[in-house]
């Protein structure tokens, strides 16, 4: 991972700007050097997370990079994930659900590492136990009849979403494959994409489904 296109994305953005200004300081970069100060890290961290405003969680985020650098210490993932994308990815979704502790900067890091150890430990697990029950499983466990309707089933739903939610197939079946069990690392990896962009289009997905479900009874009957 390129930790500096954390920075390089927030980098010359009115979103951002406003921000930083409604912080009350002029530029990213004197914010950025400002929060070298732990306390000052915390306070404005949860700021971040809380305020609900544009670029609110990606500013969190440049002003988390270097200390979720050092998260990544001694972790590799056996499967050849790049650990910095897992440990930002958790991160990013810590920070979405607001409401962070005091001291904000430790929770966040600790919390994000524990999950990526957490995932690798699981991930190892599964995939041993699917070696093993290789052994036993029957050469045609599921009928050509059961692929072909589960495969109409899912081509259904994600046309529904690209419908309902207006967004391109590759987003509907973010929604559709990641909601049906399959874990968002696998899905993110097939559509090319970062956990935490296929985790963003999701949630932009969901809340227009929600909005025109709302505003159209109609629709629960599709």
Not at 1 to 27: P, Q, Y
């Amino acid at each position: 991972m390129d930790w500096n296109k954390i920075k390089a994305n927030i980098d010359r953005r009115d979103d951002i700007d406003e921000c930083v200004a409604s912080l009350g300081f002029k530029t990213v970069d004197g914010l950025l050097d400002a929060t070298s100060d732990e306390e000052l890290a915390d306070v404005i961290v949860g700021h971040l997370a809380d305020c609900g405003k544009p670029g609110s969680l990606e500013l969190a985020l440049a002003v988390l990079a270097p200390r979720l650098r050092k998260a990544t210490y001694r972790l590799s993932a056996w499967t050849g994930e790049d650990v910095a994308e897992l440990i930002v990815s958790a991160t990013w979704e810590r920070l979405a659900k607001g409401a962070l502790p005091k001291r904000a900067v430790r929770a966040v890091c600790g919390q994000a590492r524990k999950t990526v150890q957490r995932y690798l430990s699981g991930s190892w697990e599964v995939a041993t136990s699917e070696v093993a029950s290789e052994w036993d499983r029957p050469d045609h466990a599921t009928s050509v009849e059961d692929t072909v309707l589960e495969s109409m089933a899912e081509e259904e739903l994600i046309a529904w979403v690209m419908n309902v939610a207006r967004v391109p197939e590759d987003t509907a079946r973010i929604v559709i494959r990641s909601r049906a069990g399959v874990s968002m690392e696998a899905v993110a990896a097939a559509e090319g994409l970062t956990y935490h962009a296929a985790y963003r289009r999701r949630e932009r997905a969901e809340g227009t489904i929600r909005s025109a479900v709302g505003n159209e009874p109609a629709l629960l009957g599709v």
